[in-house]
C-alpha cells in the first residue's frame, strides 16, 4: 500500500502562487507515474498535471504556462506550482499516484485552494 499526505493549500489573491506538496510513505517501489488532480464544487474530478518517474509531464490546457509539476524520487514527493492563480483554480487538489505493478489508483485527501478577492 501506498499512502500519500497532500499540503501546503490555502487562500490567494488572484495572481497570486501557491506551492502544493505531496509525500509518498509505505511501498514506495510500487509507484510509476504521480499527479495533480482537482475537484471545484459540483464538478467532476479533473487531471491538473502528471509526471512520470523520468520526469515527462502533461497538463490541462487550463494551467498550461502557469503551473509546474515536479517531483522528487528521493524524498518521494511531488510537487505543484501555481503561479497567476485565478478564481477558477478554487478546487481541492488531489495527489495521485500508479501502482506499476497492478495498475491500481492511491489517492491522497486533498488540500484545499480557494482563489479570492
Known amino acids: 500500500q501506498v499512502q500519500l499526505v497532500e499540503s501546503g493549500g490555502g487562500t490567494v489573491q488572484p495572481g497570486g502562487s501557491l506551492r502544493l506538496s505531496c509525500a509518498a510513505s509505505?511501498?514506495?517501489?510500487?509507484?510509476?507515474?504521480m499527479g495533480w488532480y482537482c475537484q471545484a464544487p459540483g464538478k467532476q474530478r479533473e487531471l491538473v498535471a502528471r509526471?512520470?518517474?523520468?520526469?515527462?509531464?502533461n497538463y490541462a490546457d487550463s494551467v498550461k504556462g502557469r503551473f509546474t509539476i515536479s517531483r522528487d524520487n528521493v524524498k518521494n514527493t511531488v510537487y505543484l506550482q501555481m503561479n497567476s492563480l485565478k478564481v477558477e483554480d478554487t478546487a481541492v487538489y488531489y495527489c495521485?499516484?500508479?501502482?506499476?505493478?497492478?495498475?491500481?489508483?492511491?489517492w491522497g485527501k486533498g488540500t484545499l485552494v480557494t482563489v479570492s478577492s
Open positions: 509526471i512520470t518517474k523520468g520526469g515527462s509531464t
Open positions: 509505505g511501498s514506495i517501489f510500487r509507484i510509476d507515474d
Open positions: 495521485n499516484a500508479k501502482d506499476r505493478y497492478n495498475g491500481d489508483t492511491y
